[in-house]
């Protein structure tokens, strides 16, 4: 829990829910990310574009703290997550909403009751969240097949249960990697607006992918990764996006 | 059960309630090891024979059975005649001995320590009769070794029992590992998503060793059967003691706590791989 008065806090009660201050990050003897400068606040999307294997995933990792910095600091949601335990760590990571390139699912279980699952874990019972589920899973578009078993489900349906269960728990951010990979590029944009609305209700979103045409969906931050280093390339498009919607 | 279970996991259940099983019945086999060494050695120790010196022949034999019947420890007491010294005899293939100076007495309450066939030729001397008593000669605390034996090797089958059920439930982690990674991407620390699993196999242990248990008490009662001829079901709430019971209760148990605590350990395994990459 991250304490009263403390930097970090006064941080993310400013509206900063992430700071990447020169972070380097890696696997076993390889550095991926370097020196890394980043900021996603509350009520904002953030776009992150690169090429393959430029590090988008790597820093989606270090983002729901799943990797941790090398060097440098990182404040996601008021915790420094250097110097976090495991058990402020769980505290932050149940406040972030995760959609994976390649989600991972109980696939015996129904879509329905792996979108209830941060529910679940929370301690509501069925009767206090099914109707929540089901509003979720009319927002994504996944109608009837929420009743399928996972392993029934198409790869775009796949993604819609993953963004549906990242949302169940209200999260105070969204991460999406590749969100619109493997599918066409009209769900793919639906699915990104689908995202970017949960701006409206004062989350931040931040989305990592390769297609650069998405900053048309809503108004974007827009970054750039390449090759390990991220740099800000500003906000194109992004009035444009909004005066369309 | 049948329903929730898959096929590997029923293969599961099995493995784990043979083990089960195998440790009840091991436990059951040390308590009757227990009980037929507690019996020999109290036979043993509750035997001993007078052989009279003075005075001679059947003056001297009436008058140390008058004088053992009020003698201290003795339970009863038994003349070795003609007929009872040729049954001792006969399997030896020995000569017939005809009537003896030997009185074979039963013997009860002999404290720890206490020198029972001192007190009983003190007390065939006060009534005017010469005698040597012979007590069982010590073999060297055999019972005892063998009844430790008996325990300490029951309880080393069923920790090394305990440890393949620990090991088999951790397939159950495995196969449990997508939940356990979902659950750590949703913010689950390492005891919340470990503990659910290790709940699943330790009801899965409970089952299974309430099976293993029963059938290691039918077998027992086959045993029983078997062992002793004309063995009735009337008889045996007298020849069961409740700790005799203790594998079969101790089973269930036994196989939860180490199905609990090897699915615990590998999904924590599993949660650590997932929470931290790199």
Not at chain 1, 113 to 118: F, K, V
Not at chain 1, 191 to 215: F, N, T
Not at chain 2, 97 to 118: F, N
Request: net charge neutral; aromatic share 4%; hydrophobic share 50%.
């Amino acid at each position: 829990m991250p304490r009263p008065n403390n930097p970090e806090l006064d941080l993310y009660k400013s509206g900063a829910l992430i700071r990447l201050t020169g972070v380097d990050a890696g696997y076993g003897g390889a550095t991926v990310l370097f020196g890394v400068d980043f900021e996603a606040r509350a009520g904002e999307v953030a776009l992150i574009n690169g090429p393959a294997a430029a590090g988008k995933t790597t820093l989606t990792h270090v983002l729901r703290l799943a990797l941790p910095p090398r060097s440098g600091r990182a404040v996601i949601l008021g915790v420094d997550v250097g110097r976090a335990s495991a058990r402020s760590r769980a505290h932050v990571k149940k406040r972030i909403g995760y959609v994976a390139e390649n989600p991972v699912f109980i696939e015996h279980w129904t879509a329905f009751d792996n979108i209830a699952m941060p529910l679940r874990m929370a301690g509501q019972k069925p009767r206090d969240y099914v109707d929540d589920v089901r509003e979720l899973v009319d927002f994504v578009g996944l109608g009837d097949a929420a009743d399928l078993r996972l392993e029934k489900l198409s790869a775009a349906e796949r993604r819609r249960a993953a963004i549906a269960r990242a949302l169940a728990g209200k999260p105070a951010l969204i991460l999406a990697d590749d969100p619109t990979a493997n599918m066409s590029p009209g769900d793919g944009r639906r699915v990104v607006r689908l995202l970017a609305e949960m701006r409206r209700v004062g989350a931040g979103v931040v989305i990592a992918s390769q297609d650069e045409s998405l900053e048309e969906c809503a108004p974007m931050h827009r970054w750039r990764i390449d090759r390990g280093r991220l740099s800000r390339i500003g906000q194109a498009a992004s009035e444009a996006a909004e005066a369309l919607e | 059960m049948r329903n929730a279970l898959t096929g590997v996991e029923r293969a599961l259940f099995w493995t784990l309630a043979f083990a089960a099983f195998a440790a009840a019945a091991a436990g059951l086999a040390a308590r009757a090891v227990d009980r037929v060494a507690a019996d020999y050695e109290a036979a043993r120790t509750s035997y001993a024979i007078v052989r009279i010196v003075e005075p001679e022949g059947p003056v001297g034999l009436a008058a140390a059975e008058a004088a053992l019947a009020h003698a201290p420890h003795v339970a009863s007491v038994a003349p070795i005649d003609s007929a009872r010294a040729a049954a001792i005899m006969a399997p030896l293939g020995g000569p017939d001995v005809g009537p003896t100076q030997l009185i074979e007495l039963e013997l009860a309450g002999v404290a720890p320590g206490a020198d029972a066939a001192g007190d009983i030729a003190a007390a065939l001397a006060e009534n005017g009769v010469t005698a040597e008593v012979y007590e069982a000669s010590d073999d060297g605390g055999l019972s005892g070794r063998v009844r430790a034996a008996a325990f300490w090797g029951s309880i080393a089958f069923a920790l090394m029992m305990a440890a393949i059920i620990s090991l088999a439930a951790r397939s159950l982690a495995a196969r449990r590992r997508e939940m356990v990674t979902v659950m750590c991407d949703l913010g689950a620390t390492r005891s919340q998503a470990a503990g659910r699993i290790a709940d699943e196999a330790a009801v899965l242990g409970l089952y299974a060793g309430l099976a293993g248990g029963a059938l290691a008490g039918v077998a027992g009662l086959i045993v029983l059967w078997l062992a002793i001829p004309g063995l009735s079901l009337d008889a045996l709430p007298s020849m069961i003691l409740p700790v005799d019971l203790a594998p079969i209760v101790a089973a269930p148990l036994g196989a939860a706590i180490a199905a609990g605590a090897g699915a615990r350990a590998a999904a924590g395994y599993f949660h650590g791989q997932a929470a931290r990459l790199g």
